[in-house]
């Protein structure tokens, strides 16, 4: 293994940028020569990419986006597309790829890799969902930012006595929504992964305005629906006045955390040691606190753990 390349792909997320700062400096670090590929899949088949120094990822560990910008590429989805972006690593002299995205993103580079290209994939997106690993790369900044929101709505939500509905990114997992509901001491936290009833939500809400509860936080995960439906469809069982936010992709933006900016080394550094064992087809990720690289195979085939023992936790501390 001589050279090697990153991309990042999907939907961007804090942490990506000191992921490629890692893979960079270590792939240096390590004698290796280190490209990064620009706007992910779609800047592979364009052959849009350039060497990396040291310098490249210099100041970027503290910002968030992806210097290498992202894309989602539905050409990487034919077999000509795969075939350009196969003919471009050949003619690059890639010997190995970094892949810093979704478990989308990481389907693609199970390709490569069968075509002969090692990939090694490592997990960025807000949405913590990709399966095999506890941990997603952006995930803790995007749940600051989302409990920052919750803090300043909870204030006008005070002031004038309503009930917000705030609806919150995760794509189909609830873990943005749960763990931001306990941060955030939200009353009522709606999931894809338990199904729960207008009924018992009305009774809940209720029940805290009969003890003098004057506002009250509801969280919607959009996998379940949007906001603004959630609000319509509660107009039919109460006349609580409500109003509803969507916090949208500032959950996305913004300083990456310090949480992902070590995760985003931690598994930077892992890729690259992965891909000099000349390994493909891993997955970077983290379990019981250890990062361990596993099947990529498992990461898009699998499914999401959620811990549900954090959403009961969250109904019990809102009674
Ligand atoms: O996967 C990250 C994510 O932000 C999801 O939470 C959300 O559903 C989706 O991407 C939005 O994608 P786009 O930016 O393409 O609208």
Not at 95 to 120: A, E, F, H, N
Not at 132 to 145: E, P, S
Request: hydrophobic share 35%; aromatic share 6%; proline share 3%.
């Amino acid at each position: 293994m001589k050279r090697i390349a990153v991309l990042t792909s999907g939907g961007d997320a804090p942490g990506m940028n000191p992921a490629i700062r890692a893979v960079v400096r270590k792939g240096i670090y390590e004698g290796l020569e280190v490209v990064g590929i620009y706007n992910g899949y779609q800047g592979l088949i364009e052959g849009k990419m350039e060497p990396m120094t040291l310098g490249f990822v210099g100041d970027i560990i503290q910002r968030g986006g992806t210097k290498l910008y992202s894309a989602r590429c539905p050409e990487f989805q034919t077999e000509e597309g795969q075939k350009k972006a196969l003919e471009q690593l050949k003619k690059h002299e890639i010997d190995g790829l970094v892949v810093i995205g979704g478990d989308g993103s990481y389907r693609g580079s199970m390709i490569l890799t069968k075509q002969g290209i090692p990939c090694v994939g490592v997990p960025g997106t807000i949405d913590n969902d990709i399966p095999g690993t506890d941990y997603t790369l952006g995930f803790d900044t995007a749940l600051n930012t989302v409990v920052e929101a919750i803090d300043k709505i909870r204030d006008t939500a005070t002031s004038h006595e309503r009930t917000f509905i705030i609806e919150v990114m995760g794509r189909d997992a609830g873990d943005i929504a749960v763990w931001a509901g306990l941060a955030g001491g939200a009353e009522t936290i709606l999931i894809p992964e338990v199904d729960e009833s207008m009924e018992s939500i009305v009774k809940r809400l209720n029940s805290g305005s009969e003890r003098g509860k004057k506002h009250s936080i509801i969280i919607v995960a959009e996998g379940v629906m949007s906001g603004t439906e959630f609000a319509e469809k509660l107009k039919d069982y109460t006349d609580i006045d409500t109003r509803v936010s969507v916090l949208g992709h500032i959950q996305r933006g913004g300083t990456p955390s310090g949480r992902d900016r070590v995760m985003a080394s931690l598994f930077g550094a892992k890729a690259v040691e992965v891909l000099l064992q000349n390994k493909g087809g891993r997955a970077i990720g983290l379990r019981r606190n250890e990062v361990v690289d596993y099947d990529m195979q498992e990461a898009f085939e699998g499914s999401h753990v959620f811990d549900l023992s954090m959403y009961q936790l969250s109904k019990e501390l809102s009674i």
